[in-house]
């Protein structure tokens, strides 16, 4: 059981004389399910773009996105995205952030509290139920629009960037986070995209480096190291050495400055 | 802080005071501080025309708007969410509504009263257009200003269309509604005050009292009316205030 992308194209058409931007070229593979996939590559080749494409908000221009080989429609419930803006909803309180999806399924009112109850307590967010996202704390924030998108319990979480703007100490904090409630939850596959090449080889199963754009899967890399893994061990530093050599030239060339070495 | 904000208006008032005790300002034009007291306590409790006491005046006022306003927010607030979620439908009615929209309200009093008569009617017509777009086109533009990923977190949450509306837009789209209904109400009660200049039938309205006193050169009883007038302006704006900042918490 998989999810599968398959030939995935993507051109932006330009508006009027606008020019089209070619994003994604013929993106092709597969990710087993429960599995922890992230996805590396130079700002602007398209990785927001393909997440958008898995999540139904983007249509591909050719090929699709097959999960357990059915293709997906939009809007179904097998797919969360945790957008890299948080994107909170200003006017509801977190927990009435947390519930919105079960609210707008028709969960009954004392039925869905109770579930986004557990939730505020499984994210450490007991005491800021009440509160409104601007009250809350970068770290805060995050994990209301995480626990948002797995109330719903989605079988594939894409997220997009979700601690870029988070500082470090947080930022290894929810990294760790993060890995445990994908522990607790057999069978969920976790798309993650990220520019920081630390974090992708702390969380990931497996890493896909993109070219500049239009993106291609440039590199794969099985990460096999036993977790809790140790961010300083030579394991990942080797996979973190691999991984820069290979996204750095594809930076260089995509800021036109090979000379800079 | 708080004796400083005082201070310039008790000396302008004394001052003015002592102009008129010397009679340097004429009281016919202009009456003193203490008659403008005088005149209060006489529409107060004499009415001008005798009769027609200030809180009957006032009731009548505020019942206009209170009528105008209604229809003008209910009609702009659901038309403006429209509006603002479909965009073929802000390009079909726009237009219309540019054109309308330039004609001060006070140039619609002839055909009011064409079309309802004097009273009520064309009064409540007249704050009705006042009001009305200021509360649309801040409606609308709330709903333009919801950031668009927020529409799509939503939709990845499963939201239907319906669940859009309801859940997003409007929500969303309520700050924006306020400050339309503060301007509208601004504007409605200014527009008031001018339509009761031209024909009220029942004989009461602030702005037909201080015609009236006018008529009956009643310059302390104008001035005191006009100042009812506006203080009840800033406490409907007040009263405004204080209903957003407990709706809004969010912000
Ligand atoms: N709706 C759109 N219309 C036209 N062009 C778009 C649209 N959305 C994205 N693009 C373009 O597609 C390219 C890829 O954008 P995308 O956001 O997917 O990149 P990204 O890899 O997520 O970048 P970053 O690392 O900076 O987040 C960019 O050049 C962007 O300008
Ligand atoms: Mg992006």
Known sequence: MSLDLLELSKTFQGKGWGESVHVLENIQHRIENGRFVSIIGPSGCGKTTLLRIIAGLEKASAGKVLLDGKELVQGTEEVGLVFQEYALFPWRTTLQNIEMGLEIKGVEKEKRREIAMEYIKLFGLGGFENRYPKELSGGMKQRVAIARTLIMNPRVVLMDEPFGSLDSQTRDAMQEFLLSIWQGRQGTTIVFVTHNVDEAVFLSDEILVFSKRPARILERFEVGMPRPRDRTSPECNRVKREVLQILSKETEDSMGLPWIK | ?251
């Open chain 2, 1 to 251: 802080m708080k004796k400083e904000r005082y201070l310039l208006p008790l000396i302008l008032i004394l001052v003015w005071q002592g102009l008129s005790s010397v009679q340097v300002i004429p009281s016919y034009k202009l009456p003193s501080p203490v008659e403008i007291v005088l005149g209060f306590r006489d529409i107060l409790i004499v009415g001008v025309p005798p009769g027609h006491l200030l809180h009957n005046h006032m009731l009548y006022s505020l019942y206009r708007v209170a009528l105008g306003y209604a229809v003008a927010a209910l009609l702009a607030i659901p038309l403006g969410l429209l509006m603002g979620w479909s965009p073929g439908l802000l390009r079909m009615i726009r237009p219309l509504f540019e054109l309308v929209r330039p004609i001060p309200p006070l140039a619609w009093i002839p055909i009011a009263i064409l079309w309802f008569g004097i009273g009520i009617k064309s009064a409540a017509f007249i704050i009705f257009l006042g009001a009305f777009f200021p509360i649309l086109l801040n409606t609308i533009s709330g709903v333009l200003s919801i950031n668009p990923i927020l529409i799509e977190a939503a939709r990845t949450l499963h939201a239907k269309e319906k669940d859009i509306f309801f859940k997003v837009l409007l929500p969303g789209a309520v700050p924006s509604i306020f400050v339309g209904m503060r301007i509208g109400i601004g504007i409605g009660w200014m527009t008031l005050v001018a339509a009761e200049f031209t024909g009220v039938k029942e004989g009461f309205g602030l702005g037909y009292m201080i015609m009236t006193a006018r008529d009956i050169q009643r310059p302390d009883e104008i001035l005191a009316g006009m100042l009812v007038i506006g203080v009840i302006g800033l406490l409907i704006d007040i009263g405004l205030r204080a209903i957003e900042s407990k709706t809004i918490k969010w912000q």
